[in-house]
């Protein structure tokens, strides 16, 4: 027996990877975090199928049905939205599963991040302007860490992918102007890859002003930087003149 940690992907099915469809598909037991993994991902698990949503849960009734699941010998599905790793609280029901003697695996998935990359249909990545992205928040009831204040994420002017923060967009926005200046281009995403996404593109001069027009208080994810911008040089990859190991440059003299 078994317990999988299994990325539910952004919101659509369809984004599921087939190992995430599969498991679930087949499961018996499933804990999933109702807050934000979609209706339709659910609904794939089997009529029958026992459902635990951990938005009402403590981790000791996570044990409770952990160890239920044990006694019966049977694999138990933990649905996580996006990717596992990234925010998830894994860590502490993995070192319940220890302590437990519970073997578990886990199943990436597509984070909201690239989600909302691809609703912006956006590069987060720019030649000579920004080759890291880094993901972050606000500090909300869980402070930062001092060195990992916004202001200082800031000064390396990367593509700054923002989770749980949309409720502090005021805030945020004037922190990071100090080092992108006012004009940076940002992006919300509200719910990616579900119906009702809403994109709010916008500077982090007006992007406060817009998101509360539109009334985004949560499931938003936050991407500021240069990057966002269309009008940026394009890379040598595809340059005629650049060659790398799989193709040859094309000399001048030698052109098609
Ligand atoms: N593990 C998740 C993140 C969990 S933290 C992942 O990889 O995506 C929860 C935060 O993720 C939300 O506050 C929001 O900032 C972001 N988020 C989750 N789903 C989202 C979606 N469909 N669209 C936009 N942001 C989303």
Known sequence: MKVIFVGAGPGNPDLLTIQAHRLLSNCQICIY????VSPEVVALAPDGAELHDSAGMTLEEMET?????????????????????????????????????????VVPGVSS???AAAALKTELTAPEIAQTIILSR?????????MQELEHLARTQSTLCLFLSIHKIGSVADELAGHYGYHCPVAVVYRASWPDEKLIQGTLAD???????????KTAMVIVGPALARNIPASKLYHRHFSHG????DEPGNQS
């Open 33 to 36: 975090a109702g807050s934000l």
């Open 65 to 105: 049905v952990f160890a239920r699941a044990q006694a019966q010998n049977i694999d138990l599905i933990r649905l996580h939205t996006g990717d596992p790793s990234i925010y998830g609280a894994i860590r502490e029901q993995m070192n319940s599963l220890d302590k437990m003697g519970i073997d578990y695996d």
């Open 113 to 115: 991040f690239q989600a």
């Open 138 to 146: 606000t500090s909300g009831r869980t402070p930062m860490p001092e």
């Open 207 to 217: 992007i406060a002003a817009k998101v509360e027009e539109a009334q985004i208080k």
């Open 246 to 249: 799989y193709r040859q440059a």
